[in-house]
């Protein structure tokens, strides 16, 4: 093949929390919300807020948290303290994101995406299993892009926001 030992074979995979600009999408700043959001997670948006999922029974998901920009060799989560504080927060409620996936899942092209609610470490990360946790409207897999990261397709804006 021509092509066989070109830059294109070194590309790294995808991070989760990035969206995929060239298809159309819609990212939203936030200047209220919640310490600690981590890119590629399910948010929901509560009394004003952008939040973690906390297990409450009927979250609003927002959309999904968008990596920052400043964040090139890291996956940082975002914070109001520090040198450097985050102004905005930034969700991606449409188009082509990726996201992390809880270790286990084996999720399909156009499943259901759901979000987890339930008490842990996966809380926001997108899960197969609809038991206690919040379905993303409209929400499917796409493909794999890495170790329990996929990205999906948000094919219609959601209300949470």
Known sequence: MAFANT????????????????????VSAFEVWEEGLIPGRFVKYDTGSIDLLDVSATPLIAGVVRRKIASALENATY???????????EVVNFG???????????????????????AGLDLGKATTTALNNAAVPGCVFWEAKATNVWL?????YLTGV
């Open 7 to 26: 830059v294109l074979e070194v590309q790294p995979d995808l991070m989760a929390g990035e969206v995929i600009a060239s298809a159309p999408h819609s």
């Open 96 to 118: 082509f994101v990726t996201v992390e996936v809880v270790t286990g899942d084996t999720p399909a092209k156009f499943g259901q995406v759901y979000a987890t609610n339930t």
């Open 79 to 89: 914070t109001k303290l520090g040198i450097a504080p985050d102004q905005v927060a």
């Open 152 to 156: 999906v397709l948000v094919p219609k």
